[in-house]
Nanobody, 129 residues
Framework: QVQLVESGGGLVQVGGSLRLSCAASGRTFRTYAIAWFRQAPGKEREFAAGILRSGGTSFGGTSYYADSVKGRFTISRDNTKNTVYLQMNSLKPDDTAVYFC?????????????????WGQGTQVTVSS
């Protein structure tokens, strides 16, 4: 069982930056892939970024992104702190959403919600123009 808690959301102006954190409980954190999904008002939840589990495979720690955030967002993980970060730069109004982190053992580079077993409650990000 893994519990996830997101933090770092808030209100930011267009072009600004935010760093989201996803803190996880449990000793097996490093064995999970972690992803960030987001849900804008009136829209379905969508994949934003993911990072593969660390160690033991040739894919350890590799990150992957949706086209809409590639080049602006960076996902990273610190297994010593059981935390995954999402650095968001050059924010746009379209980035306004509730951001969720999720953990699981999906196929490598998966962007499908159903492949992630554990979810946090989300943190609101609002980008004002």
């Amino acid at each position: 069982q893994v519990q996830l808690v997101e933090s770092g959301g808030g209100l930011v102006q267009v072009g600004g930056s935010l760093r989201l954190s996803c803190a996880a409980s449990g000793r097996t954190f490093r064995t999970y892939a972690i992803a960030w999904f987001r849900q804008a008002p009136g829209k379905e939840r969508e994949f934003a970024a993911g990072i593969l589990r660390s160690g033991g495979t040739s894919f350890g720690g590799t990150s992957y992104y949706a086209d809409s955030v590639k080049g602006r967002f960076t996902i990273s993980r610190d297994n010593t702190k059981n935390t995954v970060y999402l650095q968001m730069n050059s924010l746009k109004p379209d980035d306004t959403a509730v951001y969720f982190c999720a953990a699981g053992n999906p196929r490598p580079y998966s962007s499908y919600e159903y492949e992630y077993d554990y979810w946090g409650q989300g943190t609101q990000v609002t980008v004002s123009s």
